[in-house]
């Protein structure tokens, strides 16, 4: 009922019951056009600029999300889920210096950024430390948790982490550097094989990438991604 108001009868909902009508909606589109009418309805309230930048950084629509959360910060300079949303984007555009900076503003507001502030970390090589912050209040089960304990060299802990993750191109990826790096070239090749037929693009990827170098005269490679 109060997801239809959002729509039918904007007027008749505060921002603050719009902001919580988009918390019982799981698809991404319905859930931006819940903010986008806040927006239109409510243009002096931060949180649906900020919310539905949350939605653009989702669905990959970076610049836009950008453009959104620094609206948000124009009318309520003190919203710590503007501050994530930017350090998240900065990380998106591979600046992670802004991105640690955005993360520490954010959490001086309040907000928990460990996980984030992890993510920036596993850039900085600092994998160790990365694990720690993104499983301090996180369930283990999560990719860039397993890509960390991947490149802290942590291979059995990394295998049991990405078991647990739904299997898709990128975590099937994941495996076969697990398996590759822990000398099983039979385990690599089988989750490559999978990893290719649920994306093609991967083919091309794992033919330059240098985790499967030693691999490049190896027939069964070769078969796979040529």
Do not use: W
Request: charged share 25%; aromatic share 8%; proline share 2%.
């Amino acid at each position: 009922q109060i997801t239809k108001a959002c729509t039918s009868n904007p007027k008749a909902l505060s921002c603050e019951q719009m902001m919580y009508a988009a918390t019982l909606v799981k698809e991404l589109n319905n859930k931006e056009k819940i903010y986008i009418t806040a927006i239109e309805t409510y243009p002096n309230h931060a949180e649906p600029y900020c919310n539905a930048g949350a939605v653009a950084i989702e669905k990959g629509n970076i610049k836009h999300a950008k453009q959104l959360t620094n609206q948000a910060i124009e009318i309520d300079d003190l919203l710590a889920e503007a501050y994530n949303n930017l350090g998240i984007i900065a990380i998106f555009e591979n600046d992670y210096k802004l991105a640690e900076k955005m993360f520490k503003d954010a959490k001086k507001l309040g907000l928990n950024t460990d996980y984030n502030e992890g993510v920036v970390h596993i850039n900085k090589g600092n994998y160790e430390k990365a694990i720690k912050m993104m499983t301090k209040n996180n369930p283990n089960c999560d990719y860039n948790v397993a890509l960390a304990q991947t490149l802290d060299k942590k291979y059995t802990i990394a295998e049991e982490t990405v078991k647990c993750l739904e299997e898709n191109g990128k975590t099937l990826y994941l495996q076969a550097i697990i398996a590759s790096r822990s000398n099983d070239i039979d385990k690599s090749l089988k989750h490559l094989g999978k990893a290719i037929k649920k994306d093609s693009k991967i083919k091309k990827m794992a033919k330059h990438d240098m985790e499967f170098a030693y691999l490049q005269d190896n027939p069964e490679f070769i078969a796979l991604t040529e």
